[in-house]
């Protein structure tokens, strides 16, 4: 399953960054179901969102990704 065309704006960890902060948040995965800790960062270009990078802990195992 892609992770493309999905929305995470609801999430804490988006609404942090888009705030201009690092976020994080413990959830279940939407698309797989497995919960883990969410830390995000935003993007910023000239005080402008851009986007965030998500950093996920599932299982001692790191997923890294970027969100537009």
């Not at 609801?10 to 201009?20: I, K, M, T, V």
């Not at 969410?38 to 270009?45: D, I, N, Q, T």
């Not at 950093?55 to 537009?68: A, D, F, H, P």
Request: charged content about 20%.
């Amino acid at each position: 399953d892609s992770f493309v065309g999905t929305s995470y704006s609801d999430r804490d960890y988006f609404q942090q960054a888009r705030e201009g902060h690092k976020g994080r948040q413990y959830a279940i995965g939407r698309k797989t179901n497995i919960p883990g800790l969410f830390y995000s960062a935003p993007v910023m270009e000239e005080g402008h969102f851009l986007g965030l990078v998500v950093r996920l802990w599932v299982r001692m195992v790191q997923v890294w990704g970027i969100v537009y």
